[in-house]
């Protein structure tokens, strides 16, 4: 597995993870070394997903391929393996890899780069795996979209009013980031494709985002926040701070203020935690997350670097605060890792990490958002201009740009697309009489009631 430069073994770097962390880091070392390293990235996906455009692609704004750079175009010099890792032997220096059929793989290393990421934050609640969805992944987002637009299908049609509660009750938990963006969206795009569904009425559609926390966007200042709350509240929606849900039964959702919610729809979006990979490091860890010094080498694990949102790493523009679990953040670590790896092979010189914050953007839906840029904060339609302009510049790869940017422009001149896909990626059997050649996709949990008449 060993490549030669005139002669000479290179060094054999692993990076696992192609996300904002391990996909950056793999880039600026190749730079750096001019190719002098043999280099194989390691991923789930063959893919990087762009997570912040994960809201718009949920509300059709962007299509699906779009947010996901293919890691051999964004890393044409790299060797790209399509697995999981679910093992990594520090003394050894192997990772072990499972790869898609099932086979495994062990790679060698010299040096090291942990960039897996995390998984949703799950909290022991009943019922919960049962019924709830997640967004960290395209599969949960596209699923959400196409899923939403069947209930709605199912609503125009439903003259039972408890089942159109339940169908027309969207329930989202967690008020950071990606369940703000996802839920002020999606909303704005039920909004949008009303009209095509005239025995539903607006009033009928209940909203409502769960968080813990006595305030959302905890990324944001107090003022811009409330800015948020406020602009969700004349919007309809119902935002539940200080509030958990204790109890998933089938659709019945019990909250910890007694009340009882009905809703097909269950979100989870209560933040993330490391990936379990970093357990097999054999090294302890902090808050779960791998402890990393100021130049994110993994303490008491030689030739390691870790970064992203499974690491602790302090900020020394912030006095040494660890970072939150942020693209940005996990975006800057990766350049400065790649510096150091390189300067660990005698490519210039290793560095502490610092990153002055930039900022954060926000979309709630076409037109909308909040954006925070230094100083400067921005509400409305120019911080959903600002935060749209900020990812755009932020995508890697010129070919994706052109396509999100086409995308947005085709978004606001053409009518809403209300085609429900959920047949996507769930092939009928070629002897399932009611789904094949007819593309008809049941709803994941049939209502126990089914065969009531159409109104
Ligand atoms: C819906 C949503 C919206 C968001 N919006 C924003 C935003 O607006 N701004 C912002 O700054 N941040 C945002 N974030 C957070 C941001 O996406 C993450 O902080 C960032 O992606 C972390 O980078 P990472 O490299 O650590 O992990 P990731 O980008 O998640 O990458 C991890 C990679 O590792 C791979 N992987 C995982 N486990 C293994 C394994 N065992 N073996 C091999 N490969 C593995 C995964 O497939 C993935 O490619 C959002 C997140 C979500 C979910």
Known sequence: MSASNHGHELTKVVVVGGGFGGAYAARQLLRRTRGAVDLTIVSATNYLLFAPLLPEAACGAIEPRHVVVPLRQMLPHARVVTGVVDQVDVHARQAHVVLPDGVTRTLEWDRLILAPGGVPNIIPIPGLLDRAVGVKSLAECIWLRNHVIALLELAESEPDEQRRREL?????????????????????????????????ERAELDWVLVDAAPRILGELTDTLAQYVTDRLLRRGIRVLSRTTIEHVDGTQLRLSTGERLQSETLVWAAGVAPSPLV??????????????????????????????????????????????????????????????????????????????????VATLGVGDGVAQLGPIKLRGKVAWFAARGYHLLALPTFSRRVRVALDWTTQLLLPADIGQLGQLGHPPRLDDAAAAGTGFHALDRPHPHAGSRIS
């Open 168 to 200: 027309l009750t969207f329930v989202f938990v967690g008020g950071g980031y990606a369940g703000v963006e996802m839920l002020a969206e999606l909303e704005a795009m039920v909004k949008r494709i009303l009209r095509y569904y005239p025995r539903i």
């Open 279 to 360: 357990k097999t490091l054999g090294v302890p860890l902090e808050r779960n997350r791998v402890p990393v010094d100021e130049q994110l080498r993994v303490l008491g694990a030689p030739n390691v670097w870790a970064l992203g949102d499974c690491a602790s790493v302090p900020n020394a523009a912030e006095g040494g605060r660890p970072c939150p679990p942020t693209a940005q953040h996990a975006q800057r670590q990766a350049k400065r890792v790649g510096l150091n790896v390189a300067a660990s092979l005698g490519f210039g010189v290793a560095k502490t990490f610092r990153h002055p914050n930039r900022g954060a």
